[in-house]
Antibody
Framework: QVQLVESGGGVVQPGRSLRLSCAAS????????MHWVRQAPGKGLEWVAL????????NYADSVKGRLIISRDDSKSTLYLHMNSLRPDDTATYYC????????????????WGQGTLVTVSS | DIQMTQSPSSLSASVGDRVTITCRAS??????LAWYQQKPGKIPKLLMY???TLQSGVPSRFSGGGSGTDFTLTISSLQPEDVATYFC?????????FGQGTKVEIK
């Protein structure tokens, strides 16, 4: 049974940094591309970033490019989101999600989602 | 970047009604379109991918269609447990843009 457990959220001041983690289990983590998707309070889903199964392809939403960095550690079955220069409009619940299809470089639908971790950027 | 626009933003229908939600891409995306259901206070759930392929375990009253720029999600007979917000998402290339969502309520 697939499990994705995010952690690392909290309250942070504008301009500061934060690192989110997503611990994966129940599937062969190294075979799947992973994404971060966020949802501001009361708002819709916003795609944030993806990393391919082999780490060779990383893509970002324009709104986070240059500030947020996605990475993965297959030895720990863990996905990360390094968040720098945080802004109030980064306030959201951040979900990690697994791609439906194994071992593809291009994006795929997201069939498993974590419960999310809330990041609040406020002074 | 390709924009995804859903309509309507919200709808209210009776139990048993047929409900259709539309998603339009600003450029063609072939059939690289997924639909997600997010019930209040819950995480998103994949309903459909490749525009019309039902994800395992999803009731057959849900169906999808379309290709290119225009897509639909249809609930053939609305049930109380279908109260949720529905999102479309393109995944032909990054960014994996979502539509703004359609909130479905029971009348």
């Amino acid at each position: 049974q697939v499990q994705l457990v995010e952690s690392g959220g909290g309250v942070v001041q504008p301009g500061r940094s934060l690192r989110l983690s997503c611990a994966a289990s129940g599937f062969t983590f190294r075979n799947y591309g992973m994404h971060w998707v966020r949802q501001a309070p009361g708002k819709g889903l916003e795609w944030v970033a993806l990393i391919s199964y082999d780490g060779s392809n990383k893509n970002y939403a324009d709104s986070v490019k240059g500030r947020l960095i996605i990475s993965r550690d297959d030895s720990k079955s863990t996905l990360y989101l390094h968040m720098n220069s945080l802004r109030p409009d980064d306030t959201a619940t951040y979900y990690c999600a697994k791609e439906l299809t194994a071992k593809i470089i291009f994006p795929a639908p997201l069939d498993d989602w974590g419960q999310g971790t809330l990041v609040t950027v406020s002074s | 970047d390709i924009q995804m626009t859903q309509s309507p933003s919200s709808l209210s229908a009776s139990v048993g009604d047929r409900v259709t939600i539309t998603c339009r891409a600003s450029q063609g995306i072939s059939n690289y379109l997924a639909w997600y259901q997010q019930k209040p206070g819950k995480i998103p759930k994949l309903l459909m991918y490749a525009a019309s392929t039902l994800q395992s375990g999803v009731p057959s009253r849900f169906s999808g269609g379309g290709s290119g720029t225009d897509f639909t999600l249809t609930i053939s007979s609305l049930q109380p447990e279908d109260v949720a917000t529905y999102f479309c998402q393109k995944y032909n290339t990054a960014p994996g843009t979502f539509g703004q969502g359609t909130k479905v309520e029971i009348k």
